[in-house]
């Protein structure tokens, strides 16, 4: 199974600054690669996800992520944060063709007005 | 809009009295997907159904069942609930993984499951 390290608990930004949240993952193989957010009270939503091709996928919402297959790692970008992206952020990585999605520790994101 | 639906949203059960989760689903996804969420951690997969071959993660408690009568519909049993279960209970639903594949896992709003 993979395992999945998200660098940061807890990151606090003020609005319009730029968001990077690391993920990195265990595993060499063909890996399927996602973002999700959860925003306070809501379910966890897609934010972006990577299968194959163009290392750099964007995604709902002004998010970004970069494959990085040497480093094994799959960061999330954001140029200029608002206050609506106050959410919890899971990296998630799966081995293709399996069932299990292993996801990380998670981020907590808080954007100050 | 197609959506994968968790009912209750919020659960209180007892110590030891048995309780049932709800799923559905109108994605028309061959499989189905329970994981626990406890506060502050990862969501944890429980097991899966693809079709109505279960899938059980070694390392899930024998207190939790699960049973899918038909594709739309997915259960979780909590048999005998413990402290320690207290937690957020996720359903998600994807097509079946292939080697090549692109499939996704879409989560449901989770039910939270307070143990007294």
């Known amino acids: 199974a993979q395992s999945v390290s998200q660098h940061n608990h807890h990151v606090i930004l003020s609005e319009a600054a730029s968001l990077e949240l690391g993920c990195n993952y265990s595993y060499g193989g063909t890996v399927n690669l996602f973002w999700y957010v959860q925003y306070p009270g809501q379910h966890l939503q897609l934010l972006l996800k990577?299968?194959?091709?163009?290392?750099l996928v964007k995604g709902i919402k002004g998010f970004e992520a970069e494959f990085i297959k040497s480093k094994f790692s799959f960061n999330l970008r954001k140029p200029s944060v608002q206050w609506s992206d106050t959410a919890e952020y899971f990296c998630?990585?799966?081995?293709?063709?399996?069932?299990?999605?292993?996801f990380g520790a998670g981020t907590t994101v808080t954007v100050r007005a | 809009d197609a959506m994968v639906i968790q009912n209750p949203r919020y659960q209180v059960t007892q110590f030891g009295k048995p309780v049932t989760l709800s799923c559905s689903q109108t994605?028309?996804?061959?499989?189905m997907y329970w994981y626990q969420q406890k506060s502050s951690q990862a969501p944890k997969l429980l097991f899966h159904y693809y079709d109505k071959d279960f899938n059980n993660e070694a390392d899930t408690p024998d207190n939790f069942q699960s049973r899918r009568p038909n594709t739309s519909f997915c259960f979780l049993d909590i048999r005998s609930p413990g402290l320690g279960d207290a937690a957020m209970y996720l359903c998600?639903?994807?097509?079946?993984?292939?080697?090549?594949?692109?499939?996704?896992?879409?989560f449901g709003p989770g039910t939270r499951l307070t143990v007294l």
């Open positions: 998630a990585v799966k081995t293709k063709g399996d069932y299990k999605l292993s």
């Open positions: 994605l028309n996804h061959n499989v």
């Open positions: 990577y299968f194959s091709g163009d290392p």
């Open positions: 998600a639903t994807s097509t079946r993984p292939t080697s090549g594949g692109t499939d996704t896992q879409y």
